[in-house]
């Protein structure tokens, strides 16, 4: 399976977008600066994720919601009270 996730950060409350094939490694690697992309806005929570079959639909979708606004807003309202 692959994961596309959002994490909050607990330091500056704002999002992060990813995808993995392990959900709890990643978790893991962002919370103890593993990651350069968020090491200095660690602790994180994991607030939501989706699970897929094929990597290239998680990446899509991954994609999908960095670059067009509109599916992220789409999804924040959809989710919005698991993201506050």
């Known amino acids: 399976m692959y994961y596309l996730y959002i994490l909050k950060s607990k330091k500056d409350n704002d999002l992060y977008i ?4 392990d959900l709890r490694r ?3 690697e962002h919370n103890t600066g593993k990651s350069l992309a968020t090491k200095g806005r ?3 929570e994991l607030r939501y ?6 990597e290239s639909d998680t990446r899509k979708r991954e ?3 960095k ?3 509109r599916a992220l807003y789409v999804l924040k ?3 919005e009270k698991s993201l506050q």
């Open 26 to 28: 990643r978790l893991l």
């Open 18 to 21: 990813g995808s993995t094939n």
């Open 67 to 69: 670059k067009d606004g």
């Open 77 to 79: 309202n959809r989710i």
């Open 63 to 65: 994609s999908s919601l």
């Open 49 to 54: 994720y989706e699970s897929y079959y094929n």
């Open 42 to 44: 660690r602790p994180f």
